[in-house]
T-cell receptor, first 115, second 111 residues
Framework: DTAVSQTPKYLVTQMGNDKSIKCEQN?????MYWYKQDSKKFLKIMFS???????INETVPNRFSPKSPDKAHLNLHINSLELGDSAVYFC??????????????FGPGTRLTVT | SQQGEEDPQALSIQEGENATMNCSYK?????LQWYRQNSGRGLVHLIL?????REKHSGRLRVTLDTSKKSSSLLITASRAADTASYFC???????????FGKGTTLSVSS
């Protein structure tokens, strides 16, 4: 069974469009995250949710809106896509808060290409 | 802001050789983690070392931590082609709400 799954794996879209990426974890974890990895492989935290509540929003444009319908899901909706949004987006989960205290489990990533 | 810096940025070795990657960080930490990322895949957790530990082993992996120098190293012994990947160190941010990753070391192991 896949621990952390994301859909879609690839997403190609035009500037100005709105798109969503879905994430689900079956590990029973309380905390979920969204990361953005740029073309130089630099990985940066975007959002962190604990028990469906937003814990951290790291200076991400408000065009990005995470939604956690339940503890096992954390979706990412992006409005008015821009060229600079092209990247690989990773969902991750951990047992609890206290980043650094717990290992994180990552999804396979969604490669977003904005043309 | 970036916490960890890996060194070297890229490393190429032959199968059977050892690979050493270093990580330096800026602020005090509770733990430090190492992750591996194969091409086109998500990150996989390798090892977590606590601030009161100096060394930790897991299979062919050996991690050291020197809190006085704010540095850690990851040693992979007897490398295999399957070890070809990017390796990242990560520490918790000040608030403890997120992991901060370094830029990574890209390891290439040729057979």
């Amino acid at each position: 069974d896949t621990a952390v799954s994301q859909t879609p794996k690839y997403l190609v879209t035009q500037m100005g469009n709105d798109k969503s990426i879905k994430c689900e974890q079956n590990l029973g974890h309380d905390t979920m995250y969204w990361y953005k990895q740029d073309s130089k492989k630099f990985l940066k935290i975007m959002f962190s949710y604990n028990n469906k509540e937003l814990i951290i929003n790291e200076t991400v444009p408000n065009r990005f809106s995470p939604k956690s319908p339940d503890k096992a899901h954390l979706n990412l909706h992006i409005n008015s896509l821009e060229l600079g949004d092209s990247a690989v987006y990773f969902c991750a989960s951990s047992q609890d808060q206290g980043a650094g205290m717990y290992e994180q489990y990552f999804g396979p990533g969604t490669r977003l290409t904005v043309t | 802001s970036q916490q960890g810096e890996e060194d070297p940025q890229a490393l190429s070795i032959q199968e059977g050789e050892n690979a050493t990657m270093n990580c330096s960080y800026k602020t005090s930490i509770n733990n430090l983690q190492w992750y591996r990322q194969n091409s086109g895949r998500g990150l996989v957790h390798l090892i977590l070392i606590r601030s009161n530990e100096r060394e930790k082993h897991s299979g062919r992996l050996r991690v050291t931590l020197d809190t006085s120098k704010k540095s850690s190293s990851l040693l992979i012994t007897a490398s295999r082609a399957a070890d070809t990947a990017s390796y990242f160190c990560a520490t918790g941010n000040q608030a403890g709400t997120a992991l901060i990753f370094g830029k990574g070391t890209t390891l290439s192991v040729s057979s």
